[in-house]
């Protein structure tokens, strides 16, 4: 008799994790992320919080302080420790700079609107007769004259100075007489001269016109121009070699110059 025996086939083994550990794993990691987020929101609303929290605080420190200028005001010095002549004149100094400020500010908008941060430099003054013989031409500021900025000045009323180193335009218009005798005279002279800050004098330009027989006075003019670098300091005339005779008319004799 054959006795047979059958084995029992082996349990599966099991390899991954239970449904209930994934689920646990999954709920803790769905916490973990909301816990994140959360604590991200917060920390941004307690960061808004607390700046709300100082800006009243600091309009809190600006009442406290306008109650106290008020107080100061009212001779209420009993009801603070602190000095009310001094927290008064420290405030009306406070407004006066903040003031002057705005003022400041509104002055040099309103100069950058004109266009005059660079001011024009110009000149033109008109010859006048001092009843003397000195070849030097007299000028004044009357009539049609142009004097547009302090950074050119006529000085002792014979040249015209200028501060601020530049190419400059200048000019010189002379009328004369002509009639003289004997006609072999030496001709009438307009020279227009420099003198430099060292002292030294030359001249920069120069014309000569004859004289007429003519025993009435025939007019007649001079023009001379010129654009030189100047220096500051130096200073600019006309020189003629017969000033009797020179026209002092509207219009007749001028001398000028403009800054490029």
Avoid at 58 to 80: A, P
Avoid at 136 to 147: R, S
Avoid at 165 to 190: D, K, L, M, W
Avoid at 223 to 249: I, M, R, Y
Wanted: proline share 3%; charged share 20%; aromatic share 10%.
């Amino acid at each position: 008799m054959i006795e047979t025996y059958s084995q029992p086939s082996p349990r599966s083994v099991a390899t991954g994790l239970p449904v209930s550990m994934k689920i646990f794993m999954y709920l803790l990691t769905v916490f973990l992320i909301t816990q994140m987020i959360g604590s991200a929101f917060f920390a941004v609303y307690l960061h808004r919080k607390l700046d709300k929290i100082e800006d009243e605080r600091n309009l809190h420190d600006d009442f406290v302080f306008m109650k106290t200028i008020q107080r100061c005001n009212k001779g209420e010095e009993s009801l603070s420790l602190l000095n009310c002549e001094k927290i008064r004149s420290q405030f009306e100094g406070f407004v006066k700079d903040t003031i002057l400020n705005k003022e400041e500010k509104k002055e040099i908008s309103y100069e950058k609107q004109k266009g005059d941060q660079d001011p024009q430099i110009a000149a033109h003054v008109v010859s006048q007769a001092d009843g003397k013989t000195a070849s030097v031409l007299q000028w004044a500021e009357k009539g049609y004259y142009t004097m547009s900025s302090n950074l050119v000045t006529l000085e002792h009323g014979k040249q015209l100075t200028i501060k601020r180193q530049g190419f400059y335009y200048v000019y010189t218009h002379v009328t004369f007489c002509t009639n003289r005798e004997p006609p072999s005279q030496t001709p009438f002279i307009a020279s227009l001269c420099l003198k430099s800050t060292s002292g030294s004098e030359r001249i920069l330009l120069r014309a000569a016109n004859t004289h007429s027989s003519s025993k009435f006075c025939g007019q007649q003019s001079i023009h001379l121009g010129g654009v030189f670098e100047l220096q500051p300091g130096a200073s600019l005339f006309v020189n003629v070699t017969d000033p009797s005779q020179v026209s002092h008319g509207t219009g007749f004799t001028s001398f000028g110059l403009l800054k490029l």
